[in-house]
């Protein structure tokens, strides 16, 4: 498949993504999410509003691209951008102006989840519950509820797995799963049990091991190692590699002061900033660092002291490492490109 994609990528350079958007409600149809989900993986992959009508319920849902219901009065839709799901369901894009280049495959994927989606017989769906399990601002007992309806067994531990919609998936494990809205926009979770957390799927954050009733701990630390991945070189961050750095991170207000990141952000005005951090950050001494970063020792060494005259503080003396190490990963988070949709032009 890897291959396939990376061939129509040269050929068409649209046709890659218009692939990921197959790949994307595939994966969604095997998890037999509901259709706020599956609207939200269309508004999230087209940039726009996307919306359903079933004329038998009466029943109108219109999402946007953060996973959130669209506000305002339904506008009139341009018939391209409308298409019939199968007798009496509808769905569209609530786009204006020229098609964009995968328009046509979103509307038609979406179109085939919801036919699939709803030919189905009447039948329990949990899958609201594992959005409630997720929520801090739930009570707890309602949490446990959700967690047992689920399947999950309280007292045993879980993670939970983070990934944006166009994620490739080359093994799909089992376990509870939706596409749940955050501020980031919508994202895939998944749980899995504490010892079955070995994810390959390209970009995807694994969260801390929790109870049921803390697995909102999970999905927030899954979320900030999701938004720390830097692919292709690396698919796939487990939380636990950051050890208690991970919760400081998932639960900072956004946009908060951070005085140090600001300085960052002047180190990363040299051309060797960010190598040159990335392997301070991962050194106990100069001279690690300089092998970590390819460099001459004296090299790192004119380099630090440029970093320290910036920073004001040393990154090797002290509270100094855990100040520049903190510092960083906040100038990651805030920087962090992974939940981009990836451009047509780009081969996977």
């Known amino acids: 498949m890897q291959e396939l994609l990376g061939r129509i990528a040269r050929l068409d350079p649209s046709a890659s993504l218009g692939l990921r958007v197959i790949a994307c409600f595939d994966e969604l149809m095997v ?40 506000d305002g009065v339904l506008p009139d839709v341009l018939p391209d ?30 179109a085939l989840a919801i036919r699939i989606r709803h030919g189905r017989g009447r039948r329990s769906d949990h899958r609201r519950d594992l959005s409630l399990l997720l929520d801090r601002e739930v009570d ?61 799927a390209a970009p995807s954050g694994v969260g801390v091991a929790t109870e049921v009733e803390d697995l909102h701990h999970s999905f927030r630390t899954a979320l900030v190692a999701l938004r720390l991945c830097d692919p292709p070189a690396v698919g796939s961050v487990l939380a636990d590699d950051f050890g208690g750095l991970i919760g400081l991170l998932a639960d900072a207000p956004d946009g908060s002061f951070q005085p140090d990141v600001a300085l960052i952000d002047t180190v990363m005005t040299h051309a060797w900033g960010a190598e040159t951090l990335a392997a301070v950050v991962r050194s106990h001494s100069l001279r690690q660092a300089a092998r970590a970063a390819g460099v001459h020792h004296s090299t790192m060494q004119s380099r630090l002291e440029t970093v320290t005259a910036t920073l004001g503080f040393d990154p090797f003396d002290g509270y100094g490492r855990t100040r520049l190490g903190t510092a960083y990963l906040v100038w990651r988070l805030r920087h962090s490109r992974v939940l981009d949709l990836p451009a047509p032009t780009t081969a996977p």
Do not use: K, M
Request: proline fraction near 7%; charge should be neutral.
């Open 31 to 70: 998890g037999n999410v509901n259709t706020r989900a599956l609207l939200a993986a269309a508004a999230s992959l087209a940039g726009c509003v996307a919306g359903f009508r079933s004329e038998v319920s009466g029943r109108t849902v219109r999402i946007d691209p953060r996973g959130h219901h669209a």
């Open 140 to 200: 707890v007992q309602a949490r446990c509820v959700s967690a047992i309806t689920l399947g999950l067994r309280p007292g045993s531990r879980y993670r939970v797995v983070c990934a944006p919609l166009f994620a490739v998936w080359p093994e799909h494990p089992q376990g509870p799963e939706d596409v749940v809205p955050t501020r980031f926009g919508a994202i895939h979770a998944l749980v899995l049990p504490d010892g079955d957390h070995a994810v390959s």
């Open 81 to 110: 951008f409308r298409q019939d799901a199968s007798d009496g369901l509808t769905v569209w894009l609530e786009r204006y102006g020229e098609r964009q280049p995968n328009d046509a495959i979103v509307l038609e994927r979406l």
